[in-house]
């Protein structure tokens, strides 16, 4: 994303700049795409934590 010297500006004044549009649609779709392996990565490391915990308490 490039900023407009205006944009660059408002920066400089306000110390924050807002924008609608971050990221194009393609790389949305790409992030929407992900979020369903990462919750299943996040809650697959969950359950091999609280079994590692099972096992140490056990020595």
């Given amino acids: 994303m490039r900023l407009s010297?205006?944009?660059?500006?408002?920066?400089?004044?306000?110390?924050f700049l807002v924008s609608d549009t971050v990221l194009s649609p393609s790389e949305v779709e790409k992030i929407r795409a992900g979020v369903?392996?990462?919750a299943e990565t996040r809650a697959e490391a969950g359950r091999m934590m609280s079994e590692l915990r099972g096992r140490i308490s056990l020595l």
Avoid: A, S, V
């Fill in 36 to 38: 369903p392996y990462l």
């Fill in 5 to 15: 010297g205006d944009q660059i500006r408002r920066y400089h004044d306000d110390g």
